[in-house]
């Protein structure tokens, strides 16, 4: 079995003292390519420079997350532009909306967005999408944008079958992370995703964040990574009523698709 993480901050401090083993553990464990996310100016420089160290097994993506758009300026959108170009760079983001907590005025956010929209056209690369709490500005101006873009993955969707039918009309990929996995908060998840057709379904830890509830037992430090992406498969599989060698197959097939990886 064979798995693409398409979402995984491997830049992440937590990370930094035991790098090479969280790599090891993750092959061990099947995952065999992993997308580093970039969502600030030094995640993606970094994501950039992970991804060439480890030729193969790490690609990156390169944008600004909504939290951080108060920062963004017109050095930041030459940065982006320039770390979109290189070839280990597979999507501009992560980039969108956040609602939820307002780091950044809404207007900025809105602002951020598009400039990072018009990167993704202008480079012809797919965007990796973060929204919470912002539907309706979200797809307003993401189907503005749609129709130019190569691919859009809606990543760590955790939102309403309404907003799961507007994405999918959009023509977006769906990430699913290990919030499916959590009994408390994920059960609405179970049904929605008998609705995500295989080719637009990818699977993703969001790590270090979301560990799985279903990892038994919980590591005290309570870090999520990569090895513990079979779980969301096995959750998303168990629950779209196909084997878990099914799901992985569909969901890495996929993932190797939007963002052009190569079959191992």
């Known amino acids: 079995m064979q798995l693409v993480d ?11 003292h035991d790098f090479d083993a969280v790599l090891q553990r993750a092959q061990e464990h ?3 390519q992993l997308m580093v996310t970039g969502a600030s100016t030094d995640g993606s420089s970094h994501a950039l420079a992970l991804a060439q160290a ?8 390169a944008g600004v997350h909504p939290h951080h758009a108060i920062d963004y300026d017109d050095a930041t959108d030459v940065l982006l532009r320039k770390l979109a170009m290189h070839e280990e760079v597979r999507a501009v983001g992560e980039a969108g909306l956040d609602y939820n907590r307002n780091y950044s005025p809404r207007d900025v956010q809105l602002a951020v967005f598009e400039r990072q929209l018009q990167i993704a056209v202008d480079v012809q690369k797919p965007v990796f999408l973060h929204q919470r709490d912002a539907h309706h500005d979200f ?6 944008y749609r129709d130019s873009i190569p691919g859009a993955v809606v990543h760590c969707f955790t939102d309403t079958g309404e907003a799961l039918r507007d994405y999918l009309a959009l ?3 769906i990430g699913i992370t290990g919030w499916i996995c959590d009994e408390r908060r994920g059960t609405h998840l ?4 008998k609705e995500i057709p295989a080719d637009r379904l990818m699977i993703e830890t969001d790590a270090p964040y979301l560990l799985p509830r279903t990892v038994k037992p919980h590591p005290s430090h309570r870090r999520n990574e990569p ?13 779209r009523g196909e084997s878990p060698e099914e799901t992985a197959a569909n969901s890495t097939a996929t993932a190797r698709a939007f963002f052009g ?3 191992i």
């Open 6 to 16: 398409i979402g995984a901050n491997l830049t992440h401090e937590s990370f930094r």
């Open 30 to 32: 099947g995952v065999v």
């Open 261 to 263: 990886l190569p079959s």
């Open 54 to 61: 480890h030729p193969g097994l790490l690609y990156a993506t």
């Open 190 to 193: 179970r049904e929605l995703v």
């Open 171 to 173: 023509d977006c990929h």
């Open 227 to 239: 090895m513990y992406l079979r779980h969301i498969c096995d959750e998303i599989a168990r629950d």
């Open 139 to 144: 797809v307003a101006l993401l189907r503005r």
